[in-house]
């Protein structure tokens, strides 16, 4: 109770130190709301950063410095675990630094192409020049020629003014952050709402189902048949009945991730083992409570693969629907290197997406565990040597056999 | 004695996948009086779990009826609590939920449920491991869970289908003895399936025999307890191991060939 208490409070602080702000004094910020955006300069932002903060540490500050001591203590064991994994998984780190040295020697040998700049870009080339790489980013944070931005729902207004170039030609590499950072928060917070929303749906529409045998029954052809459908093709569609705004591309991550659980969850749900449904039947439990007690976290183990799944199709998603007809976000930034024919841009975008990825599927999957802490524990990767040495067992056993 | 289960009549036809239909209960009577103990013996495969599954209300008959006392067996109750042979202690609950998952199901009070609780945890010695994920125990101590769990909820009449047939020799007497002590205690009906006719043995007060789906017997087992080594090897023991052996289609010398 007292933590639901706890949660509430922290959201109605949330809005009330807001409000508090606005008729404070003007050193703690201003902000307004036009045309359905909201401008806020950094002063605002920052003091109620820090009035957001105060909440956790103030009522509860032996848990929160306990958890600041435990990200401390984690970002000062870093170097100590850099070391350790290497030793222990060398050739994880190996295949990085391959792949790496090779992408740089590939870039020397292969041919310039015809394109304005090289096909394949080193990392010289991607990261210090000042006409090709990733200095061009900047030219993507131009918020100050009053680009018309709908789905922008908030602005920070000084840094709106915020110059792109400097001394007329030469890239800033503050607005290489800046537009990384505003196109970033574009993309994820498309991704966030619309990710939550479909797996809330998905879950729930799909543990609802079954329950009822005869909506099983009518439901199971047409939600496998709309996982059929081509998603990424049925994106300019969704814009001209949607729009391009945060609320469709939001409607239309949401469907997609809905769809694909909604058919992984009545797939793991069929896939609880009789043996428990029986069981509680037999110990006096109803149908619902037998479906909420047994039948829902025994389905929970299956859902993994669906969760991870649904985040990996929900940037996908994302992406692709800002390639293809947005002028913020992600999605647009590749689309604008596409348009200049800029290949280093292209792979910086690139691979400030997969780290989001990454971080997406480390996050979902940190989630999961949480939820199915009965689990038996499975260690993160497949033991390869165990295999490696059956695999070994058997060679040395079949020469045996052949002698 | 009172009669409290009267199977009547009792048959169950299954269809193969090939079309071929198989009887796999065949016009089963008899009654069972109240705080029996119950051994339903026969090789597999012909018709015991069938037996069982009529009385948990898990498996429609075909023709015929189940009865508890004077109700019609139509579903799964909480007044035939089950002890499966296969392993349904739940993984997602502790040990103390895994045992009150009938009680909190049957809106028991809060109190109450404790007690309860609290009370089979420590008649199968599991006090220390209530607050246990099954995952961290073996084998026997998850079907002493699921002995617990079945007993909690109140039932007279228990039905357990072959509980040990996955354990260990030691642990499987170790089990005989705790359920035969809570039988004493509870006075409980339980109907208990077997292949194991040494286990029929230590435990029954009578044998049903089952050959085919179909009552080829009911043996009384009028041997003093407990059914040690010594008892086991007596011989009116040994009288009623033959008769089973012979009803089974299975002569001595074939019994020790096999």
Not at chain 1, 180 to 197: E, N, Q
Not at chain 1, 279 to 286: E, F, I, M, Q, V
Not at chain 2, 7 to 23: A, D, I, T, Y
Not at chain 2, 26 to 43: A, I, K, L, P, Y
């Amino acid at each position: 109770m007292s933590s639901i208490l706890f949660w509430a409070g922290w959201l109605v602080w949330f809005f009330a130190t807001a409000y508090a702000l606005t008729y404070g004094a003007d050193v703690f910020g201003r902000w307004r709301f036009e045309n359905g955006l909201l401008y806020l300069n950094w002063s605002f932002f920052i003091s109620w950063t820090i009035l957001f903060w105060a909440y956790p540490l103030g009522l509860r500050f032996r848990r929160s410095a306990a958890r600041l001591q435990r990200i401390g203590r984690g970002v000062a064991e870093t170097p100590r675990r850099l070391v350790k994994a290497v030793k222990t998984n060398p050739l994880f780190f190996i295949t990085w630094i391959v792949l790496l040295v090779g992408w740089q020697l590939v870039s020397t040998i292969a041919p310039r192409g015809t394109l304005e700049h090289p096909l394949v870009p080193g990392f010289e080339y991607i990261f210090f020049n000042l006409e090709g790489g990733i200095h061009r980013l900047a030219g993507n944070w131009d918020l100050t020629g009053g680009v018309n931005l709908p789905s922008v729902l908030l602005q920070f207004e000084e840094l709106a003014a915020f110059p792109s170039k400097e001394g007329g030609e030469s890239r800033t590499w503050t607005a290489v952050w800046l537009a990384l950072g505003f196109h970033s928060f574009m993309t994820l917070s498309r991704l966030v709402v619309g990710l939550a929303l479909g797996l809330v749906a998905g879950f729930v529409t799909g543990l609802a189902i079954p329950y009822w045998s005869a909506l099983r029954q009518i439901s199971w052809a047409p939600f496998n048949f709309l996982r059929m459908i081509p998603l990424l093709a049925a994106i300019p569609w969704m814009q001209f009945a949607l729009g391009a705004d945060l609320r469709a591309t939001t409607i239309f991550i949401g469907f997609g991730v809905w769809v694909m659980l909604v058919v992984a969850t009545m797939n793991a749900v069929s896939n609880v083992p009789d043996r428990y449904i029986e069981s509680a039947r037999t110990l006096g439990a109803s149908r619902l409570y037998t479906y909420l007690k047994v039948i829902v976290p025994g389905a929970m183990p299956e859902l993994r693969t669906a969760l991870l799944l649904a985040g990996g199709l929900g940037w996908s998603l994302t992406i692709a629907a800002e390639f293809l007809g947005f002028s913020t976000g992600l999605g647009f930034m590749a689309a604008a290197a596409v348009q200049e024919t800029n290949t280093a841009r292209l792979v910086v975008v690139a691979i400030v997406v997969a780290f989001y990825s990454l971080l997406t599927f480390y996050l979902l999957n940190k989630m999961f565990n949480g939820m199915v802490s009965w689990m038996p524990q499975r260690s993160t990767g497949t033991d390869i040597s165990k295999v490696a040495g059956a695999a070994g067992a058997a060679r040395g056993a079949e020469a045996r056999f052949q002698e | 004695m009172s009669r409290v289960v009267r199977f009547e009549g009792l048959w169950c036809v299954f269809e193969h996948r090939s079309g071929q239909l198989v009887n796999a209960l065949q016009d089963v009577t008899f009654d069972v009086q109240s705080g029996e103990f119950v051994c339903v013996v026969g090789r597999s495969g012909h018709g015991k779990t069938t037996l069982l599954r009529v009385l948990a209300g898990l498996q429609p008959p075909t023709a015929g009826q189940a009865r508890l006392g004077d109700q019609v067996v139509e579903g799964p109750g909480a007044d035939r609590a089950m002890v499966f042979q296969q392993d349904t202690v739940f993984p997602w609950l502790h040990v103390r939920e895994n045992v009150e998952f009938g009680l909190r199901a049957m809106n028991v009070s809060d109190k109450e449920r404790e007690k309860t609780t609290d009370r089979w945890l420590e008649a199968v010695g599991l006090t220390d491991f209530a607050d246990s994920w099954p995952r961290e125990l073996s084998g026997g101590m998850r079907k002493r869970v699921a002995l617990a769990s079945a007993m909690a909820v109140g039932s007279d009449v228990i039905l357990m289908d072959e509980p040990f047939g996955s354990l260990d020799y030691f642990t499987r007497r170790n089990l005989h003895e705790v359920l035969l002590d809570l039988w004493k205690e509870t006075k409980k009906t339980i109907f208990f399936v077997t292949h194991d006719i040494e286990e029929a043995l230590i435990l029954a007060d009578r044998v049903i025999l089952l050959a085919e789906g179909r009552l080829v017997d009911d043996i009384p087992v009028r041997l003093p307890r407990p059914r040690d080594e010594d008892v086991r090897a007596s011989a009116p023991s040994v009288e009623i191991t033959k008769t089973i052996l012979a009803h089974l289609g299975i002569t001595e010398e074939e019994a020790t060939k096999v």
